[in-house]
Nanobody, 128 residues
């Protein structure tokens, strides 16, 4: 079975950092890109970042560029999202997801409808 297990969320003060992990199993990791999304109450799901394990290509939304860093440990089939300089508006449920790696544009990599598999989400709360 395909599984994407997101973890690492929690409560942090503004200006703090968190590192999220997404452990993938049940599919060929090198054939997929992994993306991170978030959804706050009453808002649409927002694409944040994506990485392809096969070529290392990364994409970032403008809202997180310079603050978030995505990385991949291919030996562990795990993708990380390092989040620094967190703001209260970063509060949301964060999801990881997988899409076919042949989607190479930022449009595809940051758009939820193109993703095939989704994890369960982890809550991130940033207090002011």
């Amino acid at each position: 079975d395909v599984q994407l297990q997101a973890s690492g969320g929690g409560l942090v003060q503004a200006g703090g950092s968190l590192r999220l992990s997404c452990a993938a199993s049940g599919f060929r990791f090198d054939e997929y890109a992994i993306g991170w999304f978030r959804q706050a109450p009453g808002k649409e799901r927002e694409g944040l970042s994506s990485i392809s394990s096969s070529d290392g290509s990364t994409y970032y939304a403008d809202s997180v560029k310079g603050r978030y860093t995505i990385s991949s440990d291919n030996a562990k089939n795990t993708v990380y999202l390092q989040m620094n300089s967190l703001k209260p508006e970063d509060t949301a449920v964060y999801y990881c997801a997988a899409l076919k790696a042949y989607y190479r544009s930022s449009y595809h990599r940051l758009s939820a409808p193109f993703y095939d598999y989704w994890g369960q989400g982890t809550q991130v709360t940033v207090s002011s």
